[in-house]
């Protein structure tokens, strides 16, 4: 395609795994989770949203709830080094295998 303007892009995700060392839980509806990957999106302004998912800590599969990630310098710095590697990624890609 020649013009750029007639793919609409809709979404841009990817999923990222969160250091043991930056792990954290979390409680949602008496049960607790720890979090151990990210999801995170870039929004067509530019910016970045990420929301945090994982297992219950007492084991078993638990259900697929998201959770806030913390304002926390160092998982800003992961979602952003994620995001710049993905961005690598997607611009090195050799089409359709």
């Not at 250091?19 to 409680?27: Q, V």
């Not at 304002?71 to 590697?85: F, G, S, T």
Request: hydrophobic share 45%; aromatic share 6%; net charge positive.
């Amino acid at each position: 395609m020649s013009d750029e303007a007639a793919v609409e892009v809709t979404a841009l995700a990817i999923n990222v795994t969160v250091p043991e060392a930056l792990r954290w839980t979390d409680t949602r509806r008496g049960q607790e989770f720890t979090l151990t990957s990210l999801n995170v999106r870039l929004l067509p302004d530019g910016r970045l949203a990420a929301k945090a998912y994982g297992r219950p800590t007492g084991g078993g599969r638990g259900t697929y709830v998201s959770f806030a990630v913390p304002d926390r310098p160092e998982l800003r710095a992961l979602v952003a080094a994620a995001a710049d590697r993905a961005g690598a990624l997607w611009a090195a890609h050799r089409g359709l295998g």
